[in-house]
């Protein structure tokens, strides 16, 4: 990963308050794996995903498009890892 990379997800880490790892996939084997990944475009969808501490996906929602009437709110996914915190 490139040290542009790592600062960047530091800087997010830090201000959203994330103690966890945050995943860089620059070759895509994880975008594939998750089905995300646009062949034609050659990128991920806008997706939404949620993986456990044992790596199990618990949420997963691919957008239809950027634009912001097909983005999640905030508060969804906090809404959905409330849900996942409480073993729903």
Do not use: C, H, W
Request: aromatic share 6%.
């Amino acid at each position: 990963m490139s040290a542009n990379a790592i600062f960047s997800q530091k800087a997010l880490a830090d201000f959203a308050k994330i103690n966890y790892a945050l995943l860089s996939d620059r070759d895509g084997k994880t975008m594939k794996a998750l089905g995300v990944f646009d062949d034609e475009r050659r990128l991920a969808k806008r997706s939404y995903i949620i993986i456990d501490k044992e790596g199990v996906v618990r949420f997963k929602s691919i957008r239809p498009s950027n634009s912001a009437k097909d983005l999640l709110s905030t508060e969804t996914l906090l809404n959905e890892v409330k849900k996942i915190n409480q073993g729903k």
